[in-house]
């Protein structure tokens, strides 16, 4: 009992000695944002709300607004988590429970594009979304980006399929229900919690990309949030670091909002066992 | 729906496991596939619902040839062994699910639904979540949810394994009333003895993918085919014995048992002799040995007997007896119950 309690004390300050530069951090950037400390000091002298001025007006004429930007995010988010979700149900299926040829290989292809590092592809990715005429549009970044997360994707759900017991689906064919609707209407509300789980996941992926539309969508039209920062803090010619840790802070928010909201269906990800 | 399987030859990949096997069900006949682990009494019955493909044979229903009929349009309900509830659905909707599927009215599906779960009587857990019933509910809704489609075969595989003593015995009698209340054909697969022979009209006792006797449950129990037969049923199990047979049966130098009637046979034989055809109570020929076990049951002990030649007896003994660990006894053996096995292991 005694030494359970010493060894939770240790435990919490080793977590609290860990993380204290990461609070601080995130801390600091909050109350930054919104005040502007003495030269070289950290503690704050005045409260304003200049740097959050992007919101309400454009912060120079050659840029698009941060709500234009904020949506371009939104989108390539988010359907890059459908897509993602939408292929990784139907592949983890397949190769979770049906019988075909290759089944093997596929799985050990997965397996090896999981733990590829994809940027080595940038190139020859480049080429191929120029020649499809897709090079510099958020369609094509959105394309990229669901690809590069499916191997992932579908693993992850492999696992919870695997978990699904076969009896449940020999049950429902037996009830003279086809193999899609046992699929659709007894096996996949089986997998949900995973499946929550992955668009969640895929949808911070793509929230937080930068790479890939840093060189893939370079234009002001297909601009993400984490593009828009670079550019804001690359080719000023007097940084403005107030503005920068704003929208940052502005960057930031929706990811904590949905780790706060969603933290337990996140943690599903780890529950379904992962079973060749 | 009399059930016709013929010359059934199942393979996964390169192992064979079933291989022409023949198996008649008689219509509104309960049958029960007895067996140890993995003789393939699964394999079987998948291959009557459906679900495996059969590799060679054919199957009939009635007239029906089905050998290639996908497992959606068999009129066959299954209960498998760990029930396969749809967990997100209500037991209500677990039972109306195949009524569904037929894409029947509301009202019909409902007026079935209901009907059901009184046959089964769970009338009143219809809204609950199967996590929310315990075993035994769990077991008459895949029963429920089997029968509703009124399919014209019952399949069971081992359908009360997962559950407790009490409940095993509850469900054996509610799973013979149900089939005879609707008169449906059914195969119940069991690796329980007691369960075969208190639920079937016959029995089917496999080994190895074959069916080495199918009969009913007294005469495969009083005139077993096979030395594997005879081993497999009974419970405690029957005792065998290496005999030489010579005009009479020579149970090593002491003891020697008369031939039983109409029985031919010379050289090395096995004999069987049943727990409750051994003992002080009965009369017939005699065997000395030596008490060598006892193991009190209440109502009567269990005693080992062991031959001068060191071959065990099993005895079953009426509590209130005095004989002790030690003592040398002289018992009778009721001879025609005994069973006799040639070299092969097959009946004489
Ligand atoms: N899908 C499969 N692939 C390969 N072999 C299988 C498969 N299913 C069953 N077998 C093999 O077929 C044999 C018979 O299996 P089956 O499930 O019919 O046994 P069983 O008699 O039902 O046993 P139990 O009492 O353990 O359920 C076993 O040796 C098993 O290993
Ligand atoms: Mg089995």
């Given at each position: 009992?005694?030494?359970?309690?010493?060894?939770?004390w240790?435990?919490?300050?080793?977590?609290t000695l860990?993380?204290?530069?990461?609070v601080?951090?995130?801390?600091?950037q909050?109350?930054?944002?919104?005040?502007?400390?003495?030269p070289g000091?950290i503690?704050?002298?005045?409260?304003?709300?200049?740097?959050?001025?992007?919101?309400?007006?454009p912060?120079?004429?050659?840029?698009?607004s941060?709500?234009?930007?904020?949506f371009?995010?939104?989108?390539?988010?988010?359907t890059t988590?459908?897509l993602?979700?939408?292929?990784s149900i139907?592949a983890?299926?397949a190769?979770?429970?049906?019988?075909?040829?290759?089944?093997?290989?596929?799985?050990?292809?997965?397996?090896?594009l999981?733990?590829?590092?994809?940027?080595?592809l940038i190139?020859?990715?480049?080429?191929?979304?120029?020649?499809?005429?897709?090079?510099?549009?958020?369609?094509?970044?959105?394309?990229?980006?669901?690809?590069?997360?499916?191997?992932?994707?579908?693993?992850?759900?492999?696992?919870?399929?695997?978990?699904?017991?076969?009896?449940?689906?020999?049950?429902?064919?037996?009830?003279?229900?086809?193999?899609?609707?046992?699929?659709?209407e007894l096996?996949?509300?089986q997998?949900?919690?995973?499946?929550?789980?992955?668009?969640?996941f895929?949808?911070?992926?793509?929230?937080?990309?930068?790479?890939?539309?840093?060189?893939?969508?370079?234009g002001?039209?297909?601009?993400?949030?984490?593009?828009?920062m670079?550019?804001?803090i690359?080719d000023?010619t007097?940084?403005?670091?107030?503005?920068?840790?704003?929208?940052?802070?502005?960057?930031?928010?929706p990811?904590?909002?949905?780790?706060l909201?969603?933290?337990?269906?996140?943690?599903?990800?780890?529950?379904?066992?992962?079973?060749? | 729906?009399?059930?016709k399987?013929?010359?059934?030859?199942?393979?996964?990949g390169?192992?064979?496991?079933?291989?022409?096997?023949?198996?008649?069900?008689?219509?509104?006949?309960?049958?029960?596939?007895?067996?140890?682990?993995?003789?393939?009494?699964s394999?079987?019955?998948f291959?009557i619902?459906?679900?495996h493909?059969i590799?060679?044979?054919?199957?009939?229903?009635?007239?029906?040839?089905?050998?290639?009929?996908?497992?959606?349009?068999?009129?066959?309900?299954?209960?498998?062994?760990?029930?396969?509830?749809?967990?997100?659905?209500s037991?209500?909707?677990?039972?109306g699910?195949?009524?569904?599927?037929?894409?029947?009215?509301?009202?019909?599906?409902?007026?079935?639904?209901?009907?059901?779960?009184?046959?089964?009587?769970?009338g009143?857990l219809?809204?609950?979540r199967?996590q929310?019933?315990?075993?035994?509910?769990?077991?008459?809704v895949?029963?429920?949810?089997?029968?509703?489609?009124k399919?014209?075969?019952?399949?069971?595989?081992e359908?009360?394994?997962?559950l407790?003593?009490?409940l095993?015995?509850?469900?054996r009698?509610?799973?013979?009333?149900l089939?005879?209340?609707?008169?449906i054909?059914?195969i119940?697969?069991?690796?329980?003895?007691?369960?075969?022979?208190?639920m079937?009209?016959?029995i089917?006792?496999?080994?190895?993918g074959?069916?080495?006797?199918?009969?009913?449950?007294?005469?495969?129990?009083?005139?077993p085919?096979?030395?594997?037969?005879?081993?497999?049923?009974?419970?405690?199990?029957?005792?065998?014995l290496?005999?030489?047979a010579?005009?009479?049966?020579?149970?090593?130098?002491?003891?020697?048992?008369?031939m039983?009637?109409?029985?031919?046979?010379s050289?090395?034989?096995?004999?069987?002799?049943?727990?409750?055809?051994?003992?002080?109570?009965?009369?017939?020929?005699?065997?000395?040995?030596?008490v060598?076990?006892i193991?009190?049951?209440?109502r009567?002990?269990?005693?080992?007997?062991?031959?001068p030649?060191?071959?065990?007896?099993?005895?079953?003994?009426?509590?209130?007896?005095?004989?002790?660990l030690?003592?040398?006894v002289?018992?009778?053996?009721?001879?025609s119950?005994?069973?006799?096995?040639?070299?092969?292991?097959?009946?004489?």
């Amino acid at each position: 009992m005694n030494t359970s309690i010493k060894g939770n004390w240790i435990l919490i300050l080793a977590l609290t000695l860990f993380s204290a530069p990461l609070v601080i951090m995130y801390g600091f950037q909050l109350i930054d944002s919104v005040s502007r400390p003495a030269p070289g000091g950290i503690i704050p002298q005045e409260w304003e709300l200049t740097n959050w001025r992007f919101l309400w007006e454009p912060i120079d004429s050659a840029r698009p607004s941060i709500w234009r930007v904020t949506f371009n995010t939104f989108v390539f988010a988010s359907t890059t988590a459908l897509l993602v979700c939408a292929f990784s149900i139907t592949a983890a299926y397949a190769l979770s429970r049906l019988n075909f040829p290759a089944r093997r290989f596929f799985l050990a292809g997965l397996i090896m594009l999981h733990a590829f590092p994809t940027i080595t592809l940038i190139i020859a990715i480049f080429i191929v979304l120029q020649f499809l005429g897709l090079y510099d549009s958020l369609m094509g970044v959105i394309l990229v980006k669901a690809a590069l997360e499916l191997p992932f994707g579908i693993w992850i759900m492999k696992g919870f399929y695997d978990s699904v017991p076969w009896e449940i689906e020999m049950a429902g064919v037996q009830d003279g229900a086809s193999r899609f609707r046992v699929w659709w209407e007894l096996i996949l509300p089986q997998v949900k919690p995973g499946l929550s789980a992955l668009l969640i996941f895929s949808f911070l992926a793509g929230w937080s990309e930068f790479i890939l539309p840093l060189v893939l969508a370079p234009g002001a039209d297909a601009q993400v949030l984490a593009t828009y920062m670079n550019a804001v803090i690359a080719d000023d010619t007097r940084p403005d670091y107030g503005l920068f840790k704003a929208i940052g802070m502005f960057y930031a928010l929706p990811v904590i909002a949905i780790y706060l909201l969603f933290q337990k269906r996140l943690m599903n990800i780890y529950g379904g066992g992962t079973k060749g | 729906m009399q059930i016709k399987l013929q010359n059934f030859t199942k393979r996964f990949g390169d192992t064979t496991v079933i291989e022409d096997m023949s198996l008649s069900i008689a219509s509104g006949e309960m049958i029960a596939l007895l067996g140890p682990s993995g003789c393939g009494k699964s394999t079987t019955l998948f291959a009557i619902s459906g679900i495996h493909r059969i590799d060679g044979g054919s199957l009939h229903f009635g007239d029906r040839d089905v050998t290639t009929l996908p497992p959606q349009d068999r009129p066959v309900g299954v209960v498998f062994q760990n029930y396969a509830l749809y967990p997100h659905m209500s037991v209500a909707e677990n039972i109306g699910f195949p009524l569904r599927v037929q894409k029947l009215n509301t009202a019909e599906i409902k007026r079935r639904v209901g009907e059901m779960a009184e046959l089964v009587q769970i009338g009143n857990l219809l809204k609950r979540r199967p996590q929310q019933l315990s075993g035994g509910q769990q077991q008459r809704v895949a029963l429920a949810r089997a029968l509703v489609r009124k399919p014209d075969v019952l399949l069971l595989d081992e359908p009360l394994a997962n559950l407790d003593a009490k409940l095993r015995l509850e469900m054996r009698s509610e799973i013979r009333r149900l089939q005879r209340e609707t008169g449906i054909t059914a195969i119940l697969v069991t690796h329980d003895q007691i369960e075969a022979m208190s639920m079937c009209d016959r029995i089917a006792l496999m080994r190895d993918g074959q069916i080495e006797q199918i009969s009913t449950p007294s005469e495969m129990y009083e005139r077993p085919a096979s030395h594997y037969v005879a081993g497999f049923l009974g419970n405690p199990p029957i005792s065998f014995l290496k005999a030489e047979a010579n005009g009479k049966l020579m149970l090593g130098a002491e003891n020697s048992l008369p031939m039983p009637q109409g029985v031919d046979a010379s050289g090395p034989i096995t004999l069987g002799i049943r727990p409750e055809h051994f003992g002080p109570q009965h009369q017939g020929p005699t065997v000395t040995g030596r008490v060598s076990f006892i193991e009190p049951q209440g109502r009567e002990d269990l005693i080992d007997v062991t031959l001068p030649d060191n071959q065990r007896l099993r005895a079953i003994v009426p509590a209130g007896h005095d004989f002790a660990l030690g003592q040398d006894v002289n018992w009778q053996v009721d001879l025609s119950r005994t069973h006799l096995f040639n070299a092969e292991g097959n009946r004489l």
